[in-house]
């Protein structure tokens, strides 16, 4: 992919990243996608996917084997909050070189006492993707999606496609349309 093109369609203009492989429509090709990703990635119109080894699917590796600093990557944590019996869950967006403020941004805004990260076999389970691609899109309808600002403006950004084996590139402003999604201040420092 070159100047935002793809098979002659226009997509979000990411440049040089990633540029060793391939890269395709993600409506295109569920294959490479979870299925809770490939019924939503439709509603992206920037979102190209390409594959990678899963073994470098967490961002370091992923950096490290690509050349990419960690800035043009956001991972996807679900954060897991409690008040008395009521569980919620969020997914936070965030660029790789920051981090959520869980205890105070996150737990304050969510409403409840206690907030941490989901455990994983939680967040796979009920996310219906795989760890470390978990990804905002195609997650349950309830869960509110918050992205950090410096997120929401990227051009383009590598996000996880729901499997190891995929990432996903798609632009901030892509993301912030989804479902449920919003702009958080303060979400990651």
């Known amino acids: 992919m070159r100047d935002g093109l793809v098979d002659g369609s226009t997509v979000a203009t990411v ?7 391939e890269h395709l429509p ?8 979870a299925a809770t990703v490939a019924g939503r990635v439709a ?4 979102a190209v996917v390409f594959s990678i080894d899963p073994e470098i699917a ?11 600093g960690p800035e043009t990557c956001a991972n996807c944590v679900i954060v897991r909050g409690k008040r008395g019996d009521i569980e919620k869950y969020v997914a936070c967006l ?4 920051t981090r959520v403020d869980v205890n105070k941004v996150v737990r304050k805004k969510l409403d409840v006492r206690k907030a941490s990260f989901a ?9 219906g993707m795989e760890y470390g691609g ?40 892509d993301v912030l349309s989804l479902p449920g999604a919003e702009v958080v201040a303060g979400l990651a420092n």
Do not use: N, Q
């Not at 440049?15 to 492989?21: I, L, N």
């Not at 993600?26 to 996608?33: F, G, R, V």
């Not at 509603?43 to 920037?46: A, D, G, K, T, V």
């Not at 455990?119 to 996310?127: K, W």
């Open 15 to 21: 440049g040089h990243m990633y540029d060793s492989v």
């Open 26 to 33: 993600a409506a295109d090709h569920p294959e490479l996608l």
């Open 43 to 46: 509603e992206l119109p920037s």
């Open 58 to 68: 967490d961002t370091e590796a992923l950096c490290e084997a690509f050349g990419e």
């Open 94 to 97: 965030v660029l790789a070189t």
């Open 119 to 127: 455990p994983i076999d939680e967040a796979v389970g009920m996310s």
């Open 134 to 173: 978990i990804t905002p899109v195609g997650l349950p309808a309830e869960w509110p999606i918050w992205i950090d600002p410096r997120v929401a403006e990227a051009e383009a950004v590598c996000i996880g496609s729901g499997l190891r084996s995929s990432k996903l590139i798609v632009s901030g402003g």
